[in-house]
């Protein structure tokens, strides 16, 4: 089958041999793999994309791309040509819902670093997961992180340990990059065993290398592959 590529990758659709079509297999739905992620300037949004992707390669697997609320006010974004252009960018992508978090075997949290922390905006729509970890129903069920920053030293690993701790409150199995992922030793961007990342430079214009998407692509299988191994639900 083809993969459509997302709006902002030149050459439209590409084939590759390694996606399987999954709507008919074994006349089961296929597992949801959320993807909740916040981008101001659109390369958090890019790199999601290419963790779906990823997803997209594991029988069985879909990914379900969600966004949360801004909270950056509407005048600032509108006086930055920047900030307008990521917004528009990624404009049509629905805001995420307690049921994608319910339906979901597998979730992915994506968030650029604020002073090597968690964007308020990501980190909002995890505090409004009460209703979730009260009832147990996010236990067991496994999760994965990733970043993009401004510089290399810039939040790359910090960001990505300080997301887990949520994570952990909520029962959750956190996923990794694995060694056998050989972009992790040659990156001179982004990318960690803690999750994919990007450096995005100080104007927030560098481009998505090789070696960081392919790092997001094994991500998004990873993240698939053991949440049809943990098959919940």
């Known amino acids: 089958m083809e993969l459509t590529s997302a709006p902002w990758q ?130 067991g069920k496994p999760a994965g992180v990733f970043v993009s920053t401004g510089s290399l030293h810039g939040g790359q690993e910090t960001t990505l340990l300080t997301l887990m701790a949520p994570l952990l409150h909520l029962g959750m199995i956190l996923v990794g990059v694995p060694y056998s992922v050989q972009e992790l030793f040659t990156t001179q961007g982004g990318g960690s065993p803690y999750g994919p990342g990007h450096v995005a430079g100080d104007d927030n214009r560098r481009a998505i290398d090789g070696h960081e998407a392919a790092i997001c692509r094994a991500f998004g299988r990873r993240l698939a592959e053991v949440g049809l191994r943990l098959g919940k639900p």
Not at 17 to 36: A, E, N, Y
Not at 79 to 85: E, F, I, S, T, V
Not at 90 to 110: H, K, M, N, S, Y
Request: with cysteine.
């Open 10 to 139: 030149a050459g439209g659709t590409r084939r590759s041999s390694t996606v399987v079509d999954r709507s008919m297999q074994g006349g089961r739905s296929p597992m949801k793999v959320l993807i909740c992620y916040y981008s101001t300037y659109g390369n958090v949004y890019k790199m999601a994309h290419l963790v779906a992707e990823g997803v997209r390669q594991v029988a069985g697997a879909e990914p379900v791309l969600r966004t949360v609320p801004e909270l950056i006010p509407r005048a600032v974004i509108e006086a930055r040509p920047d900030m307008k252009a990521g917004r528009d960018l990624q404009q049509d992508v629905p805001l995420v819902t307690v049921e994608d978090f319910r339906e979901a075997g597998a979730i992915a949290f994506v968030t650029p670093t604020r002073f090597g922390n968690v964007s308020s905006q990501l980190k909002n729509q995890i505090d409004q997961l009460t209703s979730l970890w009260l009832q147990g129903e996010l236990e």
